[in-house]
């Protein structure tokens, strides 16, 4: 079977999608696909609308059984060809909003929410990170299959040795935000103010580490899992998100986490030890921390990541392409022709 992946690139110079997603396609060429990538430069004037011609183009000189996009907007280019099936895959904001600093969508994304919800009714098959982002479509075939976890990097590793060759102190407790903290939606405040509140009422010392310690510094992926080893517990504050992957990361390398309830965390979790669910407040958060810092310990979560590693997702997916791989454009594309000709509302997404 031949697969051609649909994303986007941060820069002009990136020529791959981001480290889970290139992980996703390693494991479908693995299984046996075919797969080639068409990538969306981010930082180019009209991406998207750009990208629906050159897409149609490059399809008429290539073949291929089946196209898979990655969030709503490539979904929109995606569902613009007739040359052969189309996939969607919906990760979070493409379907639940952006956040603003106080946790409410704003206006521009609640628009495009509703672009790519009549969007899903276009495509051939639509895949849902969580059961979550599935409700909010108006479709009831959609599939849910959560990002794969590539537990052969995220594993256990011994934390003195982590410890050592990142230069922290073996003595020190360490909290991970394996995110953005100027990105809204990860709500960093909250995680900010935990750890914050701990320190005043500690005697040791807790500092709270993150993957982007300054725009330009950011943790190369395949360094996370030292950082996983290292650390004492992985902390999740977000307003809202679809299928978080680092929760699946820590469980692989046995990382507790202490977690809001977004996405499929708590179906993830389960009844995973060092593990909780907690409200998106400073002291709920503290206390969740406290838990499993005092003393440190390791979680027993290898075994749910497993269930999610990147040979079982790429299984699910392939059965997802074979069942419209060979299939005429859809009924629902027929009937929902627009939404592959929207060149005006697409090139509109850069102005955001």
Same mark, same amino acid.
């Given at each position: 079977?031949?697969?051609?992946?649909?994303?986007?690139?941060?820069?002009?110079?990136?020529?791959?999608?981001?480290?889970?997603?290139?992980? *996703?396609?390693?494991?479908?060429?693995?299984?046996? #696909?075919?797969?080639?990538?068409?990538?969306?430069?981010?930082?180019?004037?009209?991406?998207?609308?750009?990208?629906?011609?050159? #897409?149609?183009?490059?399809?008429?000189?290539?073949?291929?059984?089946?196209?898979?996009?990655?969030?709503?907007?490539?979904?929109?280019?995606?569902?613009?060809?007739?040359?052969?099936?189309?996939?969607?895959?919906?990760?979070?904001?493409?379907?639940?909003?952006?956040?603003?600093?106080?946790?409410?969508?704003?206006?521009?994304?609640?628009?495009?929410?509703?672009?790519?919800?009549?969007?899903?009714?276009?495509?051939?098959?639509?895949?849902?990170?969580?059961?979550?982002?599935?409700?909010?479509?108006?479709?009831?075939?959609?599939?849910?299959?959560?990002?794969?976890?590539?537990?052969?990097?995220?594993?256990?590793?011994?934390?003195?040795?982590?410890?050592?060759?990142?230069?922290?102190?073996?003595?020190?407790?360490?909290?991970?935000?394996?995110?953005?903290?100027?990105?809204?939606?990860?709500?960093?405040?909250?995680?900010?103010?935990?750890?914050? *509140?701990?320190?005043?009422?500690?005697?040791?010392?807790?500092?709270?580490?993150?993957?982007?310690?300054?725009?330009?510094?950011?943790?190369?992926?395949?360094?996370?899992?030292?950082?996983?080893?290292?650390?004492?517990?992985?902390?999740?504050?977000?307003?809202?998100?679809?299928?978080?992957?680092?929760?699946?990361?820590?469980?692989?390398?046995?990382?507790?986490?202490?977690?809001?309830?977004?996405?499929?965390?708590?179906?993830?979790?389960?009844?995973?030890?060092?593990?909780?669910?907690?409200?998106?407040?400073?002291?709920?958060?503290?206390?969740?921390?406290?838990?499993?810092?005092?003393?440190?310990?390791?979680?027993?979560?290898?075994?749910?990541?497993?269930?999610?590693?990147?040979?079982?997702?790429?299984?699910?997916?392939?059965?997802?392409?074979?069942?419209?791989?060979?299939?005429?454009?859809?009924?629902?594309?027929?009937?929902?022709?627009?939404?592959?000709? *929207?060149?005006?509302?697409?090139?509109?997404?850069?102005?955001?």
């Amino acid at each position: 079977m031949k697969l051609l992946v649909i994303g986007g690139s941060r820069t002009l110079d990136e020529s791959g999608f981001d480290p889970w997603l290139q992980s *996703q396609i390693a494991s479908l060429r693995e299984a046996g #696909l075919t797969v080639d990538s068409f990538v969306i430069h981010r930082a180019e004037r009209g991406k998207y609308a750009r990208a629906i011609p050159r #897409l149609r183009a490059y399809l008429a000189q290539h073949e291929y059984d089946v196209v898979h996009a990655h969030y709503g907007y490539a979904g929109i280019v995606a569902a613009a060809q007739s040359r052969c099936p189309s996939v969607v895959t919906f990760h979070g904001d493409d379907l639940l909003g952006t956040p603003d600093a106080h946790g409410h969508a704003t206006a521009w994304s609640r628009l495009w929410v509703q672009i790519h919800r009549r969007m899903a009714r276009s495509v051939d098959a639509v895949i849902a990170v969580s059961r979550e982002m599935a409700d909010v479509l108006d479709r009831a075939d959609v599939h849910v299959i959560p990002c794969g976890v590539d537990t052969s990097l995220f594993v256990p590793r011994d934390r003195d040795a982590a410890r050592a060759r990142l230069g922290w102190d073996p003595a020190k407790r360490y909290v991970f935000f394996a995110a953005n903290p100027t990105f809204p939606r990860k709500c960093f405040p909250v995680a900010r103010a935990a750890v914050d *509140q701990l320190n005043r009422s500690c005697h040791d010392p807790i500092e709270l580490v993150c993957t982007h310690s300054q725009p330009e510094a950011v943790v190369p992926y395949d360094e996370v899992p030292w950082y996983m080893a290292a650390a004492d517990a992985l902390v999740v504050t977000a307003y809202w998100e679809g299928g978080p992957v680092v929760v699946k990361e820590a469980l692989a390398c046995n990382l507790p986490i202490v977690s809001v309830d977004v996405g499929d965390v708590r179906e993830m979790i389960g009844d995973t030890a060092d593990c909780s669910i907690v409200a998106r407040d400073a002291a709920a958060v503290a206390v969740g921390l406290q838990a499993v810092l005092d003393p440190p310990r390791r979680s027993n979560g290898r075994a749910r990541a497993e269930l999610v590693a990147l040979p079982r997702i790429a299984e699910r997916l392939v059965a997802v392409y074979e069942s419209v791989a060979g299939q005429p454009k859809s009924a629902a594309a027929q009937r929902h022709p627009a939404i592959s000709d *929207q060149p005006s509302a697409i090139s509109a997404e850069e102005h955001r």
